[in-house]
């Protein structure tokens, strides 16, 4: 079992940044994908950026390709999720999530992951 606990949520005007962080504690970190999702109202839980165990590998919704960056401390227990030239549309509730099983599974796919975070409000003004 891991928790995971979020910060860095915020009001912030558009093209303003942000940096998300989660912190992991209860089990081995350095051996799990994780992932940053978010949900604005009245829509569903998606992916905003995945990350593998080893940090090698990474993920980006297309929505936030070149603005988002996601990274991980694995000595800290650690991941981060940079957010620059923010718009309206990135207004929601952020959640950190840890993958279900060790070295398995994608950095990606929400079905993949099986620890969540009590999420973060961002909050992007026009």
């Known amino acids: 079992q891991v928790q995971l606990v979020e910060s860095g949520g915020g009001l912030v005007q558009a093209g303003g940044s942000l940096r998300l962080s989660c912190a992991a504690s209860?089990?081995?970190?350095?051996?799990?994908?994780m992932g940053w999702f978010r949900q604005a109202p009245g829509k569903e839980r998606d992916v905003v950026a995945g990350i593998s165990w080893s940090g090698g590998n990474k993920y980006y919704a297309d929505s936030v390709k070149g603005r988002f960056t996601i990274s991980r401390d694995n000595a800290e227990k650690t991941v981060y999720l940079q957010m620059n030239s923010l718009k309206p549309e990135d207004t929601a509730v952020y959640y950190c999530a840890a993958g279900v099983y060790p070295y398995s599974g994608t950095y990606y796919r929400k079905a993949d992951f099986g620890s969540w975070g009590q999420g973060t409000q961002v909050t992007v003004s026009s």
């Open positions: 209860g089990r081995t970190f350095s051996s799990y994908a």
